[in-house]
């Protein structure tokens, strides 16, 4: 069995700002290394890219990070849903984004997704 070790943080993805790939995240990951790819995103969490992050939108420099641990799946289609609108902020809608695959097109925005608007 393998593992996807993803970072989880308050305001990670939030109305004002994206942390999208600024984190690090594992995927296929065997039993024996997921300690050590915790590790990595805590590290992560105090790279220079994410202090300059937050230095240019005036957030703290220091933020807690948690750590999602996942069984991996072999995706045919993955991608992101949210419950409001992320461009207007409209809560009567959903907006569902996804791409082929496990999702790391979108995220990393080299791929175009398919929306669905609810």
């Known amino acids: 069995m393998q593992f996807a070790v993803r970072s989880s943080?308050?305001?990670e993805d939030g109305s004002?700002?994206?942390f999208a790939?600024?984190?690090e995240t594992f995927l296929y990951v065997p039993i024996a290394q997921v300690a050590e790819k915790i590790k990595?995103?805590?590290i992560s969490?105090?790279?220079e890219r994410l202090k300059t992050y937050r230095q240019q939108h005036n957030l703290p420099q220091k933020q807690a990070v948690a750590v999602i641990i996942q069984e991996m799946v072999e995706a045919d289609v993955a991608?992101?849903?949210?419950?409001a609108d992320p461009v207007s902020g409209d809560s009567?809608?959903?907006v569902i984004s996804a791409v082929f695959g496990l999702g790391e097109g979108l995220v990393s925005g080299e791929l175009d997704a398919d929306t669905f608007k609810i």
């Open 9 to 11: 943080a308050v305001g």
């Open 16 to 18: 004002s700002f994206s």
């Open 21 to 23: 790939g600024q984190f």
């Open 40 to 42: 990595a995103i805590w």
């Open 45 to 47: 969490s105090n790279s």
């Open 79 to 83: 991608g992101v849903a949210f419950g």
């Open 92 to 94: 009567s809608k959903r």
